[in-house]
RNA sequence: CGGGGUGUAGCGCAGUCCGGUUAGCGCAUCUGCUUUGGGAGCAGAGGGCCGCAGGUUCGAAUCCUGCCACCCCGACCA
């Protein structure tokens, strides 16, 4: 295996590629269309969880834990639901193997098939609801707020590691309320949340906005989507919360007891992220050297390397960090110390910037005579040499510095790649060479995001929350009733 | 599902056209010595159902037939 990464110049797609392989994230399976995540990439994962868990219970959320089996039936209850997942799921026909009778090993026992063939779950909406059904009678027994954390799986025809795969890992809130208002509220609420963290701890500033009916989630009133935008100037859906109404309520049957006396369905909410934040996260801020994790998310952060000739040095090192180690710690600020002694200097150096390790401190003899150490940032890879004493608060100063730049990065970066445009030929030309968000008024017509999706790959990422209608459709040239943001898209 | 490509050591590949010693190279691994402030050097060693199953042949990684898997490009998608 190279050491070194495809440039992002040269070829991106194979750039990412080779980067989650290299940086120890994850890699291919057995299975295809599977993947193994390892666990340097689990515990970005498992970071990226613990923020996210507890956010939605400081919202009045729970977890619970609903089957991966849906029953067939379940699904085709919800007429667009079933049309919008149908195509891409996997089903459980029998329940039992059996010794192949020519000895080549096992096969499915023919006498073994099920009464009702199982799906694996897409998405949970439809045992949920058919659940929720009992649960609810009274206005006394809503909201319900339940969130999920579970694999789905969705048949693709073509995945990507992180990005789109066949199962992947997610979370899933399902909630029920009893009014239209309220699930409404909630759907923003998360969506919010979702927002909030991508930037804040994974540094990608994101837009927040609502799906067009041609994208929107199967079975929603309104879905909810936070859009960013990736190096390569395509965009990412990262999160979507979706208002369901009472679609979900009326496939199921779910009545409850209203408090003024009457019936009335119930009103749902449904909202995920999943592993594909991780392939946000990679794409938004890595370089050629590898991985740029931001320190709020990087299950490392902070790496120290030794450098001595004899062992006297060594142990005079090992003795000072240990010390930097335990008071770094104290701050809750994690580290690696590499002390492996088969390995030399400069090969650490890079493999801490492959695995995107904020900040790498360096301690040789001449540091311990100085009383000083070297200190190098991940994000802009400058060195610098401190002072030993007062270290801690200057890395911890610096994880700070590097959380901010990153994220203004990618801000910047946007920003120089959002484009308005008012007429079809800047359009294309604007999509074709440039990429990017391309902001336009919009007539709301389907027919016509379709056609503009054939010519040009670009579909309507979102509707802009606080669109002025004014003007003109940059298309049709009709009165626009919205302003959105087209883009291609992972 | 259509079109193209690839299966040879843990990884990346050569060899296949034109059958013929013991199947080779780089990286990685192991052992030893020297090294260590940006991906170390030398010496030695281990590691192969050549994707699977048939066939042709004195002889098959190489030729023929069938199958399987994976990758890329399209249609579908968080």
Redesign the pocket.
């Given at each position: 295996?190279?050491?070194?990464?495809t440039s992002r110049k040269e070829d991106y797609?194979k750039w990412y590629?080779e980067l989650v392989i290299k940086a120890g994230l994850a890699e291919?399976s057995a299975?295809?269309?599977c993947m193994v995540i390892k666990p340097y990439g689990f515990a970005i994962w498992e970071k990226m969880k613990a923020v996210l868990d507890a956010r939605f219970k400081a919202t009045g959320h729970v977890n619970a834990a609903f089957p991966l089996f849906i029953p067939k039936s379940f699904l085709s209850k919800e007429a667009d639901h079933v049309e919008?997942f149908a195509?891409?799921c996997a089903v459980v026909t029998h329940y039992r193997l059996k010794n192949a009778e020519d000895g080549s090993g096992v096969v499915v026992d023919p006498e073994a098939r099920l009464e009702e063939e199982l799906i694996v779950r897409p998405t949970s909406e439809t045992i949920i609801w058919n659940t929720y059904k009992n649960w609810i009678q009274s206005y006394r027994d809503l909201p319900i707020l339940i969130n999920q954390w579970a694999n789905v799986v969705?048949w693709?025809?073509?995945?990507?590691l992180f990005?789109?795969?066949?199962e992947?890992f997610w979370q899933e809130g399902h909630t029920a309320h009893a009014t239209s208002e309220e699930a409404n509220d909630e759907a923003l609420l998360m969506l919010n949340e979702y927002a909030n963290f991508m930037e804040q701890y994974m540094a990608v500033p994101v837009i927040k906005g609502r799906k067009t009916e041609n994208?929107r989630?199967?079975g929603a009133v309104e879905t909810y989507t936070t859009e960013s935008l990736m190096q390569d100037g395509k965009a990412l859906?990262m999160g979507?919360s979706h208002f369901l109404g009472q679609n979900f309520a009326k496939a199921f049957d779910v009545q409850f007891q209203k408090k003024d006396g009457g019936l009335d369905y119930v009103w749902a909410t449904s909202w995920g992220v999943?592993?594909?934040l991780m392939g946000a996260l990679i794409m938004a801020h890595s370089d050629d050297?590898?991985l740029i994790l931001p320190p709020k998310l990087a299950p490392i952060q902070v790496g120290i390397v030794p450098?001595?000739?004899t062992d006297e040095q060594a142990a005079a090192i090992n003795e000072k960090v240990d010390e930097i180690t335990k008071a770094l710690a104290a701050e809750g600020i994690t580290t690696k110390y590499d002390d492996d002694?088969?390995?030399?200097?400069?090969?650490k150096?890079?493999?801490f910037?492959?695995q995107g390790v904020p900040v790498?401190l360096?301690?040789?003899?001449?540091?311990?005579q100085n009383g000083t150490?070297?200190v190098?940032r991940r994000d802009t890879?400058e060195?610098s040499?401190q002072s030993l004493d007062g270290i801690v608060d200057y890395v911890k100063n610096l994880l700070d510095e590097i959380q901010e730049n990153i994220y203004n990065r990618a801000f910047e970066h946007r920003a120089a790649h959002t484009s308005t445009v008012d007429n079809y030929e800047d359009f294309k030309s604007v999509i074709k060479d440039k990429g990017g968000f391309v902001k336009v008024k919009w007539c709301g017509s389907n027919e016509l995001e379709d056609k503009i999706k054939d010519e040009t790959k670009a579909t309507i990422r979102c509707i802009l929350m606080d669109d002025e209608s004014e003007g003109k459709c940059f298309y049709s040239g009709e009165a626009a009733t919205q302003t959105v943001l087209f883009a291609k898209a992972?």
């Amino acid at each position: 295996m190279s050491k070194e990464l495809t440039s992002r110049k040269e070829d991106y797609s194979k750039w990412y590629n080779e980067l989650v392989i290299k940086a120890g994230l994850a890699e291919h399976s057995a299975v295809r269309g599977c993947m193994v995540i390892k666990p340097y990439g689990f515990a970005i994962w498992e970071k990226m969880k613990a923020v996210l868990d507890a956010r939605f219970k400081a919202t009045g959320h729970v977890n619970a834990a609903f089957p991966l089996f849906i029953p067939k039936s379940f699904l085709s209850k919800e007429a667009d639901h079933v049309e919008g997942f149908a195509k891409e799921c996997a089903v459980v026909t029998h329940y039992r193997l059996k010794n192949a009778e020519d000895g080549s090993g096992v096969v499915v026992d023919p006498e073994a098939r099920l009464e009702e063939e199982l799906i694996v779950r897409p998405t949970s909406e439809t045992i949920i609801w058919n659940t929720y059904k009992n649960w609810i009678q009274s206005y006394r027994d809503l909201p319900i707020l339940i969130n999920q954390w579970a694999n789905v799986v969705r048949w693709e025809m073509r995945t990507r590691l992180f990005l789109r795969t066949a199962e992947f890992f997610w979370q899933e809130g399902h909630t029920a309320h009893a009014t239209s208002e309220e699930a409404n509220d909630e759907a923003l609420l998360m969506l919010n949340e979702y927002a909030n963290f991508m930037e804040q701890y994974m540094a990608v500033p994101v837009i927040k906005g609502r799906k067009t009916e041609n994208e929107r989630f199967a079975g929603a009133v309104e879905t909810y989507t936070t859009e960013s935008l990736m190096q390569d100037g395509k965009a990412l859906q990262m999160g979507t919360s979706h208002f369901l109404g009472q679609n979900f309520a009326k496939a199921f049957d779910v009545q409850f007891q209203k408090k003024d006396g009457g019936l009335d369905y119930v009103w749902a909410t449904s909202w995920g992220v999943s592993t594909r934040l991780m392939g946000a996260l990679i794409m938004a801020h890595s370089d050629d050297d590898g991985l740029i994790l931001p320190p709020k998310l990087a299950p490392i952060q902070v790496g120290i390397v030794p450098i001595y000739k004899t062992d006297e040095q060594a142990a005079a090192i090992n003795e000072k960090v240990d010390e930097i180690t335990k008071a770094l710690a104290a701050e809750g600020i994690t580290t690696k110390y590499d002390d492996d002694d088969s390995k030399r200097p400069g090969f650490k150096f890079a493999q801490f910037e492959m695995q995107g390790v904020p900040v790498r401190l360096g301690l040789g003899p001449r540091d311990l005579q100085n009383g000083t150490i070297e200190v190098a940032r991940r994000d802009t890879k400058e060195k610098s040499s401190q002072s030993l004493d007062g270290i801690v608060d200057y890395v911890k100063n610096l994880l700070d510095e590097i959380q901010e730049n990153i994220y203004n990065r990618a801000f910047e970066h946007r920003a120089a790649h959002t484009s308005t445009v008012d007429n079809y030929e800047d359009f294309k030309s604007v999509i074709k060479d440039k990429g990017g968000f391309v902001k336009v008024k919009w007539c709301g017509s389907n027919e016509l995001e379709d056609k503009i999706k054939d010519e040009t790959k670009a579909t309507i990422r979102c509707i802009l929350m606080d669109d002025e209608s004014e003007g003109k459709c940059f298309y049709s040239g009709e009165a626009a009733t919205q302003t959105v943001l087209f883009a291609k898209a992972y």
